[in-house]
C-alpha cells in the first residue's frame, strides 16, 4: 500500500497543513487545581471550536513540560493539502500517529476513537483515522490529552515524542 507522511513537528510540513501546535497545562486549562473537579462532564479543551489562542505556541513538541503537572492538552488545526509526496490525497484514507509520553488520548474534530484513540499504555503508540476520504481544504481539529504517570505519582514530564499524518493510498502507483 503506497504510504506518505506528513512529520508534524517538521516547520515544512506545518506549513503544508497550515498549522501549529498549541499546548496549555491542566485537564482543563486555565482552571484552578488544573479543572480536577468533582463531577467534571469532561474537559472543552477537547472540542473543535474551543478557544485555544492564548495557549502557548509549541514550535518542537519533544519539549519537556514539568511543574509537577499531571495533564496538558496539545492542539492542531490542519487543512490537508491537495498533494503529499507529490500525490493527490484522494483516493487515500488519511491517519495521525503519535505517541505520547507517558499515556495519552487522540481527539479527531471533537471525538475520541474510543477503541484506538484513548490510553493504550505506559508510551504506547497510537493511531487513529482522521477521514477515509480527504479531501484538500478539509480542516480537522486534532486534540492530544498528555498525561503524566504513573496517575497516582506522576513523575518526570509531559511531551509528544512524535505526531505524523500519513496518507495511505488503496490503490499502487503514483
Known amino acids: 500500500m503506497p504510504r506518505a507522511e506528513l512529520n508534524l513537528s517538521d516547520p515544512a510540513a506545518l506549513r503544508l497543513v497550515k498549522g ?18 468533582a ?7 477537547r472540542l473543535v471550536d474551543y478557544d485555544d489562542s492564548d495557549w502557548e505556541v509549541r514550535k518542537d513538541l519533544t519539549l519537556w513540560h514539568s511543574r509537577g503537572v499531571a495533564f496538558a492538552w496539545y492542539r492542531i ?13 484522494r483516493g487515500s484514507r488519511c491517519i495521525f500517529e503519535t505517541c505520547i509520553d507517558d499515556y495519552g488520548e487522540l481527539w479527531i474534530d471533537g471525538e475520541c476513537n474510543r ?5 493504550q499504555g505506559f508510551n504506547v503508540p497510537q493511531r487513529v483515522v482522521v477521514t477515509t476520504e480527504p479531501q484538500p481544504g478539509q480542516q ?20 509528544v515524542r512524535y505526531a ?4 495511505e493510498w488503496r490503490t499502487p502507483g503514483y
Open 39 to 45: 463531577g467534571l462532564a469532561g474537559s472543552p479543551a
Open 115 to 119: 477503541d484506538r484513540g484513548t490510553v
Open 20 to 37: 501549529e501546535w498549541r499546548f496549555a497545562p491542566g485537564l482543563v486549562p486555565g482552571e484552578p487545581n488544573e479543572g480536577l473537579v
Open 77 to 89: 488545526k490542519v487543512t490537508l493539502p491537495e498533494k503529499v509526496a507529490g500525490r493527490d490525497i
Open 140 to 159: 480537522h481539529t486534532i486534540a492530544l490529552l498528555a498525561m503524566n504517570g504513573p496517575i497516582g505519582a506522576p513523575g518526570g514530564a509531559v511531551f
Open 164 to 167: 505524523t499524518l500519513a496518507f
